[in-house]
Nanobody, 125 residues
Framework: QVQLVDSGGGLVQAGGSLRLSCAAS?????MGWFRQAPGKEREFVAA????????RYADSVKGRFTIANDNAKNTVYLQMNSLKPEDTAVYYC?????????????????????WGQGTQVTVSS
């Protein structure tokens, strides 16, 4: 059983930045971030392979968000710059314990095995 603790959310003005962190209690491989805004379905934001040499982003965040991992700390980060009001959502990290995901990037929530509790990001206009 792996526990994920995500943190770093908060209230920020449009154009500002936040850095989300997700610490895993055990060894994980591919990791990702998803978000869910009120009244909307959960959507993919960014993902990284277990080795950290492959990333993928949703078109809506490409060029503004950066995902990175620190395997020594079993932690994944999401640096969010140039935030917009439409980025307001609860952000969830996700992790896979599939060893094959060292080389893979997962963009669908059901490809992951564990989820964080979520951290609220609110961007004011």
């Amino acid at each position: 059983q792996v526990q994920l603790v995500d943190s770093g959310g908060g209230l920020v003005q449009a154009g500002g930045s936040l850095r989300l962190s997700c610490a895993a209690s055990g060894r994980t491989y591919a990791m990702g971030w998803f978000r869910q805004a009120p009244g909307k379905e959960r959507e993919f934001v960014a993902a990284i392979s277990g080795r950290g040499d492959g990333t993928r982003y949703a078109d809506s965040v490409k060029g503004r968000f950066t995902i990175a991992n620190d395997n020594a700390k079993n932690t994944v980060y999401l640096q969010m710059n140039s935030l917009k009001p439409e980025d307001t959502a609860v952000y969830y990290c996700a992790a896979s314990i599939d060893v094959d995901s060292r080389l893979r990037i997962y963009v669908f929530w059901d490809q992951y095995d564990y989820w964080g509790q979520g951290t609220q990001v609110t961007v004011s206009s």
